[in-house]
């Protein structure tokens, strides 16, 4: 929204009337700071249940249609504070915007009450976004900043918010936010001690209305004291021309050059807050590949750009633990490793999944949301051994997988009803637990059976953690004379 729409003042929201578009987590987390303020909190949801939960935290609630259907609905509003998933176009967020009442995001709202004091001094923001390794950037963040002795909380899109974040005891100084590309577009206050935009690639293109909306809502996190670009992939490294940051730095996976952070002879180098200052080897970071030592570097300039030492990142770096779904290895069964990177929801994540392996049976598929898959399938095909796919849009796969990875053995578990949707159900265990098993079928001794769906979970699954939790059950369930028990193709 446009600057000149939102009040800068805090104190204007005493005994004024603020709507709270959403009563899941983000927008119940709104709730407590908003009546610190002083303000009248109306908490609008389609579901009863969450009206509920926001009454017991002393707000009013409405069934969002119930909102609309009065014909002064938004009379009283002083502010909308919404949830990071609703577009501006949606019914409510359109009826404020028709109004002129101003629109907050719940990122907005912390940062603003952050900087004016509500909870302590303001604190130092480190910003993560990105397409795809913002969680494992954050988290590996986290921990370079626990190894510094810091007083530091992991939150935003990574599962704490910011205000309850905030509100902590003792109050963290340092936040490693993760913000998603919805947060950022409803945050355009926010300006990071320092921030960083790991890769942009299509998603969410829908929602932002096409590539360059998306990219845009990306850069607002390059807007603060200190921007850092990923210099490897196209777009974000276009975006240090643009960034509005006092300082625009890169890394890279290759040497670095003044002003940046890369690897050298197996060493990760900063030579942007430091002069070609060695930081650990390579190979001790985790998750294995090239997506992991691009993150580890990301999280290293974030924390040397507050002045973290060379050493505290080394101790960080080497105590993070991979998150579950991320990269994870579940089981190593007479040599064959499964790996459950249910969090690569798109091509770009399951590329750089995929590129971390030599030979890999690859078990993909879900709602591709209108993503190429073409380019993915043509660059990983001489690591394929075989290929398993399922979902909505498994097909796309294996037609992809047909035209540029011709010799590579595919089998198509269908899944879905005549109109090619499948509920959520207990046959999604089903079929995932029969993908494992085609997959070890397929599978010989050093192989890697990677789930990598590069897509999207929700036309078989609650969400990505429960088709990760059902790959990992199935792979549990495997017997050693499982593997390798078959080698012809099948489509």
């Known amino acids: 929204m446009p600057d000149n729409q939102v009040p800068d003042d805090l104190g204007r929201l005493g005994g004024k009337t603020v709507l709270v578009a959403g009563g899941r987590v983000s927008g119940l987390a709104t709730v407590g700071p908003l009546r610190d303020l002083g303000a009248d909190v109306l908490v609008a949801d389609s579901d009863p249940a969450a009206l509920d939960n926001a009454r017991e935290l002393g707000a009013r609630g409405v069934l969002q249609e119930d909102l609309l259907a009065s014909d002064d609905a938004l009379g009283s509003v002083e502010l909308v504070v919404t949830s990071p998933g609703f577009r501006p176009d949606s019914p409510v967020l359109a009826a404020a915007a028709a109004r002129g009442i101003p629109v907050w995001g719940d990122i907005e709202l912390a940062w603003r009450i952050d900087r004016a004091g509500l909870y302590g001094p303001p604190a130092q923001w480190l910003v993560v976004t990105g397409t795809n390794g ?32 905030l509100r902590q005891t003792p109050r963290p100084s340092v936040l490693a936010v993760e913000l998603s590309s919805f947060q950022l577009f409803w945050a355009p206050s926010v300006r990071p001690a320092a921030g960083v935009v790991l890769n942009i690639a299509e998603d969410h293109l829908d929602w932002h209305g096409g590539m360059d909306g998306y990219t845009e809502a990306k850069a607002r996190a390059l807007t603060g004291d200190v921007a850092v670009v990923g210099l490897d992939d196209e777009r974000s490294a276009a975006l240090a021309r643009t960034s509005t940051a006092e300082r625009v730095f890169g890394f890279r996976l290759a040497e670095p050059s003044t002003g940046e952070l890369g690897v050298v002879e197996g060493i990760l180098v900063d030579n942007a807050f430091g002069d070609a200052v060695p930081l650990l080897p390579a190979d001790e970071i985790v998750p294995v590949g090239p997506a992991g030592r691009m993150d580890a570097l990301a999280a290293a300039a974030l924390a040397r750009a507050i002045g973290v030492s060379p050493d505290a990142v080394a101790d960080g770096l080497r105590s993070y633990q991979v998150g579950p779904h991320r990269a994870a290895i579940v089981r190593t069964l007479n040599g064959v490793t499964f790996v459950d ?17 030599d030979r890999v049976v690859w078990i993909a598929g879900g709602l591709l949301k209108g993503a190429s898959i073409d380019e993915l399938v043509a ?24 035209r540029h990875a011709p010799n590579v053995p595919v089998v198509t578990f269908p899944a879905g009803d005549d109109a090619g949707v499948t509920p959520v159900t207990e046959d999604a265990d089903v079929v995932m637990r029969s993908a494992v098993r085609e997959a070890a079928r397929r599978a010989r001794g050093g192989d890697t059976v990677l789930l990598a769906p590069a897509a999207a979970s929700l036309d078989m699954f609650v969400d990505y953690g429960h088709r990760g939790r059902s790959f990992t059950s199935a792979v549990q369930a495997l017997e050693p004379s499982e593997i390798g028990t078959s080698g012809g193709r099948v489509s």
Do not use: W, Y
Not at 346 to 356: D, E, K, V
Not at 390 to 397: E, F, L, Q, V
């Open 134 to 165: 913002k969680t494992t950037t954050t988290s590996m963040l986290f921990s370079i900043l626990e190894s510094a002795g810091l007083d530091a909380a992991a939150c935003g899109n990574i599962g704490l918010p910011v205000l309850d974040a």
């Open 341 to 357: 990177d249910s969090k690569a929801t798109n091509p770009h994540a399951a590329r750089s999944s995929l590129l971390a392996h």
């Open 379 to 402: 660059e990983v095909a001489p690591r394929l051994a075989a290929a398993v796919v399922i979902g909505r849009d498994g097909a796309k796969i294996a037609q992809a997988l047909a």
